[in-house]
Each structure stands twice: as structure tokens, then as C-alpha cells.
């Protein structure tokens, strides 16, 4: 809000002793206006931040990169770890081949530390939507509490999207409940279930989720890429904060995705027994061929998001190269943490 001064009295005879006054107050007021002021940078401040970000935060940006930190403490030489790493790995997959485009974003979420890498770039996240439907059955579960245990019978018939499960597909005349397919669409990434969540549930349900993160799917309708990795992260950083669904069903949504059964990836570059909430995508046409893993990392005290978007020509190349910048991000968690310890 813009505040006014107080205009002084305008009144004739009234005026003329205020305004001698003011004459021999102004340049006080300018000498102490010189020594205690100091410029800012007032274009920074009205960068908009994330809303799941706090008021703390800035934003640097570098080429390729945006960094956002918490000004409190300078995690900078972390930062700076990192993006060495993501820069150095990205530039060996790409001249070896492995991919032609990539992308990456990193959260270490107890600092509020978030950085990207080709935040510009956009994809066709495939089955990662499948995150929004299940966003979009809890949110409705929250007012409708029998929703999720409400049955349907499978028919074939009902069959919209191709199946791209071998074992343990949908039996025909099958009764299953929501909450059953909402488990199919993730821990199997289940397209038959998803064509089925997706039909009852109606497209306004879905695209409200969409409007609420303030993603524009209007790319999408047009089968163009139509979203950047740092804004497709908004989901699983929602879920880890329990900003949009309610704490159960937030804490419910990742326990889905801890148990996805796609290993590939982010898990393969994470050593045994670390927990890791995440969904994969993937793109199959003929002459683009695109390869997403996006997920959670609960590493001891320093839990992180990761997410890996990736063009190419080879679905098995592009799953390596997801894997070396997960175990080279993981190095550099693991390796920061070490050193904290040790001087604590």
C-alpha cells in the first residue's frame, strides 16, 4: 500500500510559518536520509516465489539454472556441489549419447533449498499424471468419506487406453473398489485403472487440480509438450508438506508411491533400504521417445526431491542416465551430511 504524507494547513496566513519550518527541516531530513539509507535490488523482491516456499526465500538464476534458498543460513557451497554435478553429468549423457535432452530439479526439503536445471524445457509427462488422478480422488474423499470403498465391476468393453501390464491386469467381471484402483494406478502404473478413475471421475475434477497448481494443460491439449519439470514437482512437494490434501491422505499418497514397482531410475542410483516415494513416465512414440522419474528421498535427516526429465532414442539409455544423476546427487547429500557431522 502506497502511504501519502499529510499535506499541510493551505489555508492563507496559516500556511506561510509551516512551510518556513519545512524549508529548514529538509535538509536535515536529506543528510539523514543519505547516511542511513540503502540501495536494494528491487527487482529481485518481486520475483514471485513458490507459494510453498517462505517469504525468506530468494531467487538467483544462472543460464540454465534457478536456485532458490532460505537467507537465514548459506547452503551455497551445497548448491554449488550440486549444480557442478548435475552440469558435469548431464554434459557426459548427452555427448555420449544417452540423451538429447534432459532436465533436473533437486529439493533438499528440510533446508528449502530448490534448484533446477533446463527450467526451461518442456515434456510430455505421460504416466506422471497419474499423480493428478490420484490427487484428484483423494481431494474428493475428503468430502465424500465413502468414496474410495465404492465398487465397480470391470468389463473389457471399458477398456480406453492400451494396457501396458503382462501380469496381474484387471479380471474380466472383476469387483474392485476405488481404493484398489487407486493403488493399480500406482504401484503398477495401471493404464486399465486409469482409464476407469479418469472416466468416473469426470475431466472438471481433474482439471481443477490442474487450475489449483496453475498448470496450463492447453499445450497438452494440442499433443504438444506442455510442462516444465520445476512446475510438475509442485505435486510431490504438496504431498511432503501437506499443502493441498489433508495430512492422512497426503501421508496415504505417498505411501502409494513408496511402493511403485518401477526400480529403475531414481531407486537404482539410491543404496538398499532408503525409502524412496516416486512415479515414473514415459513417452513411446515413434520419433520421441521421452523417459521420466520424479520422486522423494528420505535420506536420514536430510529428506529431497528429485525429479529427471529426459529426451532420447532409447528408453534403456535414458533410464542410466536417471540413475547416474541420482547416485551423483545422492553422493553429494550423503558427502554434506558427512561433513556436518563432523564439525558439529
Known amino acids: 500500500m502506497v502511504r501519502h504524507p ?9 500556511s506561510i510559518p509551516q512551510i518556513s519550518i519545512l524549508w529548514l527541516l529538509l535538509p536535515i531530513g536529506l543528510l539523514l536520509l543519505t547516511f542511513f539509507w540503502k540501495p536494494g535490488n528491487s527487482e529481485q523482491a ?10 525468506s526465500a530468494s531467487i538467483d538464476s544462472d543460464n540454465d539454472y534457478t536456485y532458490i534458498s532460505h537467507k537465514k543460513e548459506d547452503f551455497r557451497p551445497l548448491v554449488y556441489d550440486i549444480r557442478e554435478s548435475i552440469r558435469n553429468t548431464v554434459k557426459d549423457e548427452l555427448k555420449s549419447g544417452m540423451a538429447t535432452e534432459i532436465s533436473v ?7 528449502g533449498i530448490n534448484f533446477t536445471y533446463g527450467y526451461t524445457d518442456w515434456y510430455w509427462p505421460a504416466s506422471l499424471l497419474k499423480i493428478v488422478t490420484l490427487i484428484a480422488y483423494l481431494k474428493e474423499s475428503e468430502t465424500d468419506t465413502a468414496l474410495l470403498s465404492k465398487k465397480i465391476i ?9 494396457q501396458n501390464l ?17 493403488r493399480r494406478l500406482i504401484v503398477n502404473s495401471d493404464n486399465q485403472a486409469c482409464y476407469i478413475l479418469e472416466k468416473n471421475i469426470g475431466s472438471a475434477k481433474i482439471d481443477k487440480i490442474y487450475s489449483d497448481f496453475t498448470i496450463d494443460v492447453a499445450r497438452g491439449n494440442k499433443n504438444l509438450d506442455f510442462i516444465p519439470i520445476n512446475q510438475y514437482m509442485q505435486f510431490l512437494r504438496s504431498l511432503y508438506n501437506a499443502t493441498y490434501l489433508n495430512k492422512k491422505n497426503s501421508e496415504y499418497a505417498l505411501s502409494l508411491l513408496i511402493n511403485s514397482e518401477f526400480v529403475y531410475g531414481i531407486r537404482a542410483g539410491i543404496p538398499p533400504g532408503i525409502k524412496v516415494a516416486s512415479k515414473f513416465g514415459e513417452k513411446a512414440d515413434k520419433n520421441d521417445l521421452q523417459l521420466h522419474d520424479c520422486g522423494i528421498v528420505y535420506y536420514d535427516n536430510h529428506p529431497y526431491m528429485i525429479g529427471v526429465m529426459t529426451k532420447g532414442t532409447n528408453f534403456e539409455k535414458m533410464a542410466q542416465s536417471i540413475q547416474r ?19 558439529s
Open 105 to 111: 530439479n533437486f529439493e533438499l526439503l528440510d533446508k
Open 46 to 55: 518481486n520475483k514471485s516465489i513458490d507459494s510453498t516456499q517462505t517469504n
Open 325 to 343: 544423476l541420482s547416485n551423483n546427487i545422492f553422493q553429494v547429500v550423503k558427502n554434506f551430511e558427512k561433513g556436518n557431522s563432523h564439525s
Open 6 to 14: 499529510n499535506s499541510p494547513g493551505t489555508e492563507q496566513g496559516k
Open 166 to 182: 503382462v501380469k496381474d491386469s484387471l479380471k474380466e467381471g472383476g469387483i474392485y473398489t476405488y481404493n484398489d484402483l487407486l
Open 154 to 162: 470391470y468389463h473389457r468393453s471399458n477398456l480406453g487406453y492400451a
